[in-house]
């Protein structure tokens, strides 16, 4: 029954840390390649409020507040001028994420620094003891989803951020400020990142490359799922499913490379990945 929670657990996890990837892509069709360091920030700031005595829990508003500022000052001085040039902001996002991973080692040095979990222990499911605080991602993903979701399909502003994808020009003659909307989707995207960093640090360690080695990951999953949340979060769960498996059964090195490889064979079926055609 292990391997099921271990299925459920990763899924959550990769879903909680691309999901903030898949808000600035999904509506700014630009891949923000500074997202991993963004994940060391809430990484570092889980670090801070540790070593404060703030327990975890009341921190997870406090790293997404970090992150969002962090997004805002990105989008409006790095980000805004090269909308047209997708390209260009690219290579852009990905220069400034060195950049703050640079800032992360001159504030912090290199070494590795450990949080506990603000839940410690196990508990026993099913027969099965389990780190309780991997289970309780698992309804954290769900209620990330879920709002993410309200957000975009039951608020004014998701009304308006979908005008802005289908057709940014004719959105703009109807009196919606793209500008602003692209504004307040980078900083909810690079918030979410922190958040995910914040999240993911009592089941790793601290570092200032922590957040790169989920980037390849993360850039995979977003580019099979299109523009869904729910779909976002079917791919995890099925791609996790094969990983673990992987991992487990065969070996942990070929269970790394799992989700690049299905992203690769499901993008060569369908170039648009699960995105409606």
Known sequence: MSICFDILTTAALLFIVTSGLMMIFGVMQIVNFSHGAIISVGGYVSFVLAQLGIPGWYGWIFAFLVGA??????ERLVVRPLYKRPLDAILATWGLGIVMIQIITI??????????APLQGTWHLLGTDYSSYRLVMIPVAFVICALLVALLNGTRFGVRTR????NEALAESLGIN?????????SIGAGLGTLAGMLITPLSSVDPYMGVTWLTSAFMLVMVSGHSFLSLLFTCLVFSTFQVLVSTYVNPVLGGMTIAVLAAATLRIRPRGFSRD
């Open 107 to 116: 504030c912090f040095g290199r070494g590795i620094q450990f949080v506990d």
């Open 178 to 186: 793209a500008g602003l909307i692209r504004f307040i989707t980078f």
């Open 163 to 166: 005008a802005v994808i289908m």
């Open 69 to 74: 500022l962090v997004g805002a000052l990105m």
